[in-house]
C-alpha cells in the first residue's frame, strides 16, 4: 500500500466533490464519523454533509498546497492526512485552510473516521 498515492488520489477526489457539491461527499462518511468544523462537531454522515451543504456560499474553489500522510495504526488500517492550501468561495479572496482527516480502511477502500478543517487567519 502507498500512504502518498492513497492520500493524494482522497484529497484530489475529495475536493472535486467538495466543489462539484457537497452532497456528493455523503459516501466518504459513516454514522460514527465525526466533523470538527471552525471548532464546531458533527458526528455521522448525515449530519456532516447537511453541515457541509449549509455553509453560506454557492461556489468554492480548494487550491492544495501541500499534503503529508502516515500511517496511523500498526497494521495500516487508519491513515492520517493533513492538508493546507488556499479556498476561494464566491470568487472572494483567497483563504488559508489546513484539514486534518483520518480514514479508516474498509474493504479494499477507505472512509473519513475524523475530518478536521480551520482556517488559517491572523
Given at each position: 500500500m502507498d500512504i502518498t498515492t492513497i492520500a493524494k488520489n482522497f484529497t484530489e477526489f475529495y475536493y472535486?466533490?467538495?466543489a462539484l457539491g457537497?452532497?456528493?461527499?455523503?459516501p466518504l462518511y459513516r454514522p460514527h464519523s465525526m466533523l470538527t468544523w471552525e471548532g464546531k462537531q458533527?458526528?455521522?454522515?448525515?449530519?456532516?454533509?447537511?453541515?457541509l451543504t449549509e455553509l453560506p456560499f454557492e461556489k468554492v474553489a480548494h487550491k492544495i498546497s501541500t499534503f503529508d500522510a502516515q500511517p496511523s495504526s500498526l497494521d495500516m488500517?487508519?491513515?492520517l492526512?493533513?492538508?493546507?492550501?488556499?479556498?476561494?468561495?464566491?470568487?472572494?479572496q483567497e483563504l488559508?485552510?489546513?484539514?486534518?482527516?483520518?480514514?479508516?480502511k474498509e474493504s479494499e477502500s477507505f472512509y473519513v473516521?475524523?475530518?478536521?478543517?480551520?482556517l488559517n487567519l491572523g
Open positions: 472535486s466533490q467538495f457537497r452532497q456528493n461527499l455523503a458533527f458526528q455521522g454522515g448525515a449530519n456532516i454533509v447537511q453541515h488500517s487508519t491513515l492526512i493533513s492538508v493546507t492550501g488556499l479556498l476561494r468561495v464566491d470568487g472572494d488559508q485552510f489546513s484539514q486534518v482527516f483520518v480514514l479508516a473516521l475524523n475530518d478536521m478543517f480551520r
